[in-house]
């Protein structure tokens, strides 16, 4: 990057993690430093919430995302503002009525200690494992684009994280992600924009999103009902409602957001602007992965976007065979240009008869395309099965640092940087929320000074971050990273809603029951997803329903006494 990227990058990053130590210099009680002292605005809430959800991986990840797969991701969503409907009108009065610092405490006023304990450790190993994601990915990616040290790349977000949440606790988070978020939203729309200007030269942008929809990048619905599908209207409508209900109201990163608010009138605001403005960000995000697919079509992509796995093959096999199959991914990419300018032509004056043509003609040569990315995929494997195949990730990078002009590229790289310390930052504070409050506090030192409790919650923090770089140096990417954060969370999510629907809704149930059901009903996720090929969405509607069924089966056959 040129100098003035790295002052726009720097200095961005700067401004947002000092202002949000110089903000919450004055926090001095437990209040303050876990719930902000109740003094939150919807807005800061309503972005808070967006941030600490809107992970460096869903700028990296999602728009690769929309540029191989189109568009089916934006259905994960659409249970969401459902389950935010019902969190906002269910779970936030309880929550302010028991003035809970965690939403686990309520599980030991409603059944006992071994439930709030079990539900709190299954947040901890969760949240604590995805927030060395949440580092590790951006990371990975960053210092791979950018020829910088990946171990440093780590360190400099984890430090950073780690400097404001322990100086200020939840207040300082909520107001920094609240401009970090703002720098993101502006960030990718720069990044859209510059996506259709360089369009322009060659088709308009209805005509860019016909290209897209005639290669189904745009295929946004799927009515089918294949349960291996991961992405289907009915697995994002179920499985991503009771994913979006466990995770905004039992996630103590979402509950410890919103329960800073200065009222539930506040709390619910925030949460209703994510509802209205989610799905409408994924979708955009997504669209911005599916255009750039068409701008890959008129501008020359690499045949692979991961340069680096490209140098470890031709330091290991040499170059020959790299040569050939980039000769004729080249080949094909002038044949895909040329057909994608006569479906464009076709499409302003040709019949119905001739468009088809002109579109199979595209599609055909697509598909040449995607098989000499395959081929080159296929040598990377056979050559070292340790480099990493999946190069989605890094399409929007390689544009942004190829075809962005000087300062804006700092910019969005910030943005990344900004998305990766918002939500670390949010999974820090509440990894130490529920750390002192559901175990320090619950079990060793029930009397403790506010003085004892703010040090142990700052060290606390501080070792969670700690123990998060810890986790980036040991992760391993097996998947797209969006997927991979929301199959570990589909893997847990289940159990604590069920948990928590229980105890909304079954009055007669009662500790035990609900502890064995938890218990059970994780071992069968966790050996369905191992010995399954059920898409991982369900895996929260099974989770959630099995906690419920087996629950009551263990109370029928134990009657309350």
């Known amino acids: 990057m040129s100098t003035l990227d790295l002052v726009v990058l720097f200095g961005t990053l700067g401004l947002i993690v000092g202002y949000g130590v110089y903000k919450t210099l004055g926090t001095k009680d437990i209040d303050g430093y876990l719930r902000g002292g109740s003094s939150m605005k919807w807005g800061t809430i309503g972005l808070s919430v967006m941030a600490t959800q809107a992970s460096a991986i869903t700028f990296i990840s999602t728009p690769g995302q929309g540029y191989e797969s189109g568009m089916a991701f934006v259905q994960n969503y659409f249970g969401l503002p459902i389950a935010l409907i019902i969190v906002a009108f269910v779970f936030i009065p309880i929550y302010y009525k028991l003035k809970v610092y965690t939403a686990y405490e309520y599980l030991e006023s409603r059944f006992d200690k071994k439930t709030r304990l079990l539900g709190a450790f299954l947040f901890l190993v969760q949240r604590g494992l995805a927030a060395g994601i949440t580092i590790y990915a951006p990371a990975i990616i960053l210092s791979t684009i950018l020829g910088w040290s990946l171990s440093w790349t780590i360190l400099l977000v984890g430090v950073l994280v780690i400097i404001y949440t322990v100086s200020g606790g939840t207040k300082a988070v909520s107001l920094t992600q609240k401009h970090q978020m703002t720098v993101i939203l502006i960030g990718m729309a720069i990044a859209f924009g510059y996506i259709v200007h360089y369009l322009s030269d060659f088709v308009t942008f209805p005509e860019a999103l016909h290209i897209a929809g005639s290669l189904d990048k745009l295929n946004a ?289 009662q500790g035990t029951a609900v502890f064995w059901g938890a218990i059970l009903s994780q071992s069968l996720v966790i050996a369905l997803y191992n010995f399954t090929e059920i898409g991982y969405l369900w895996f929260n509607v099974i989770g959630c329903v099995g906690v419920i069924v087996i629950g009551l089966l263990i109370q029928l056959v134990k009657p309350k006494a």
């Not at 890959?296 to 096999?317: A, D, G």
């Not at 999946?390 to 990344?416: C, E, H, M, R």
């Open 221 to 509: 619905v799927d009515f089918s009902l294949d349960f291996e599908k991961r992405y289907t209207v009915w697995s994002g409508i179920l499985g991503g409602l009771f994913l979006a209900l466990s995770y905004f109201g039992t996630d103590q990163s979402q509950v410890q957001r919103y329960l800073g608010g200065k009222n539930t009138i506040e709390s619910r605001m925030g949460l209703m602007f994510n509802a209205v403005m989610k799905v409408p960000m994924q979708f955009f995000i997504l669209l911005t992965g599916a255009l750039l697919y068409v701008f890959y079509i008129f501008y020359q992509p690499p045949v692979h976007f991961n340069q680096q796995s490209l140098n470890k093959v031709e330091q290991q096999v040499g170059s020959e065979n790299i040569d050939l199959i980039t000769e004729d991914h080249d080949y094909w990419i002038g044949k895909r240009k040329a057909s994608a300018m006569v479906y464009k032509d076709a499409l302003l004056s040709g019949s119905k008869e001739e468009q088809k043509e002109a579109q199979e003609l595209l599609q055909f040569t697509a598909e040449q395309v995607n098989s000499s990315r395959a081929e080159m995929k296929n040598l990377i494997a056979s050559t070292d099965v340790t480099i990493k195949l999946k190069d989605s990730d890094y399409v929007f990078l390689t544009f942004i640092l190829n075809y962005l002009p000087q300062g804006i590229i700092g910019l969005l790289i910030a943005v990344i940087f900004s998305a990766a310390m918002s939500s670390t930052s949010g999974e820090l504070n509440a990894l130490a929320s529920t750390s002192v409050i559901d175990f320090y506090k619950n079990l060793i030192n029930q009397n403790g000074t506010e003085k004892q409790y703010m040090l142990v919650s700052k060290l606390l923090t501080a070792a969670w971050g700690v123990l998060a770089i810890c986790f980036a140096f040991m992760a391993h990417q097996s998947e797209n990273l969006i997927e991979m954060v929301n199959i570990l969370g589909s893997l847990f999510y289940g159990n604590i809603l069920g948990i928590f629907l229980v105890a909304f809704f079954f009055k007669y149930v």
